[in-house]
């Protein structure tokens, strides 16, 4: 196994995308496998690499670990953007909850219909505004520090930032309600790894198109019927 | 806030069942209210105790915690039910994460349109036998040992111990491909905290039933 944790995946945002955005602002350098024909999969599956049969998987310190919040957990606290203490922990676990709510409505998103689409895009708009800024926005006003969670930079930092960049793809203007997270974005964004990150080249992957639906259902055979939530 | 966590949700099991059981297999007595109109949700939002506008509610240590995953993780870690490292943590997250998803499945249940509920239940009885509980199967009898993670009681254990019941409630005879499980399930039910849990009069909810239901979809009209 290489040094690099490995990420194995399509090569598409899809869940694997916040363990990106977290080994990249833990300035980690990963390596990626991208899966692409249904027998890559059974390769993975009959080799017994993939404990729940599923995706995605991540090699790292010797673990074939999956489940995405597992990893992330696992990545947060290895790099320590955990929180210092429990209380701490708890804040971010809360926060990140929230972040990955929010972004669950968008997971789908493109394996909608045309018409679903419309509606949900609404329905992502509504939750943000009215459910999950608000939040981070009196958060970060209340304590008027840069970053969420003891003043420090944390995966909580990192999932936001994460949010707020995918909602602001369905609607470029959604944050003009949001001074502090207009801020914090521009914070957030500025910090060198996340920067690098951002920029044209780095591993972040795209919008997720058509191509995109079509290979993780011809790998997975699933999710060829979904609906909105 | 009393000393005693107090946990605000409906008198059921839904999402926070499986923190009744971490509380409850931790030997931590805990208070609850139940949310039974409407109006007391309503009210409980406008006075910002939800941070998410949702329950699971749990207060402890001066917190409001909300999102169940954040307070298992807490009660796991303050009462040493998470590992002894970060290793033996990440095991524990990736078996608890595994089972909640199976569990996820099983809270929908009930929720499923009437043509739906059989497709529903050969899915989870396919899900238990096919892709979870072979898992766990097999680390038992890899290492031999009592419990899933360092040869230690913890959060995996009580979940996994959860989810059994849970299945066997919907397919009776789910265990009998799986001795090491059978063995595991009977370990578990003699731990003290857990054989407590289980004896009738304990905070331990009932199969989700039709009032149930009606509860959920009343409070959580829109």
Not at chain 2, 98 to 124: R, T, V
């Amino acid at each position: 196994m290489s040094a690099k944790p490995k990420l194995y995946y399509f090569a598409g945002r899809g869940k694997m995308e916040s363990i990106r955005w977290l080994l990249a602002a833990a300035g980690v350098e990963f390596e990626e496998e991208f899966l692409e024909t249904r027998d890559q999969y059974e390769k993975l599956l009959q080799g017994g690499s993939l404990l729940f049969q599923q995706v995605p998987m991540v090699e790292i310190d010797g673990m074939r670990m999956v489940q995405t919040r597992a990893i992330l957990s696992y990545i947060a606290a290895k790099y320590n953007l955990y929180g210092k203490d429990l209380k701490e922990r708890a804040l971010i676990d809360m926060y990140v909850g929230g972040t990955e709510d929010l972004m669950g409505f968008i997971l789908m998103f493109p394996f909608l219909s045309a018409e679903d689409k419309e509606k949900q895009c609404a329905t992502i708009v509504q939750k943000a505004t009215s459910r999950y800024f608000p939040v981070y926005e009196k958060v970060l006003k209340d304590h008027g520090q840069d970053f969420l969670v003891g003043n420090n930079f944390s995966w909580a930092d990192v999932h936001l930032l994460e949010a707020i960049l995918m909602v602001e793809e369905k609607k470029s203007d959604v944050l003009s309600g949001f001074p502090q997270l207009q801020a914090f974005k521009a914070r957030i964004s500025s910090i060198p790894t996340i920067k690098k990150f951002l920029e044209p080249g780095s591993q972040r992957k795209p919008v997720p198109d058509d191509k995109y639906v079509e290979t993780v259902r011809r790998v997975l055979h699933m999710y060829y019927d979904v609906k909105a939530n | 806030m009393s000393a005693k966590p107090r946990l605000t949700y409906l008198n059921g099991r839904g999402r926070m069942e499986s923190i009744r059981w971490l509380l409850a297999a931790a030997g931590v007595e805990f208070e609850e209210v139940y949310l039974e109109t409407k109006e007391q949700y309503d009210k409980l939002i406008k006075d910002g105790f939800l941070l998410f506008q949702q329950v699971p509610l749990v207060e402890i240590d001066g917190m409001k915690m909300v999102q169940t995953r954040a307070i298992m993780s807490y009660i796991a870690g303050k009462y040493n039910l998470h590992g002894k490292d970060l290793k033996e943590r990440a095991l524990i997250d990736m078996y608890v994460e595994g089972i909640s998803d199976l569990m996820q499945m099983i809270l929908m249940f009930p929720f499923s349109p009437p043509d739906a509920k059989e497709k529903n239940l050969e899915s989870i009885k396919e899900r238990a036998t096919n892709r979870y509980f072979p898992v766990f199967e097999k680390v038992l009898k890899q290492h031999g040992q009592d419990f899933l993670v360092g040869n230690k009681f913890s959060w995996a254990d009580v979940q996994l111990m959860e989810a059994i019941l849970a299945v066997e409630e919907k397919v009776p005879a789910v265990l009998s491909g799986f001795p090491q499980l059978q063995v595991f399930k009977t370990k578990m039910s003699n731990v003290p905290t857990i054989k407590k849990f289980l004896q009738p009069g304990s905070p331990r909810k009932p199969p989700p039933d039709a009032h149930y239901v009606e509860t959920v979809l009343k409070v959580f009209k829109k």
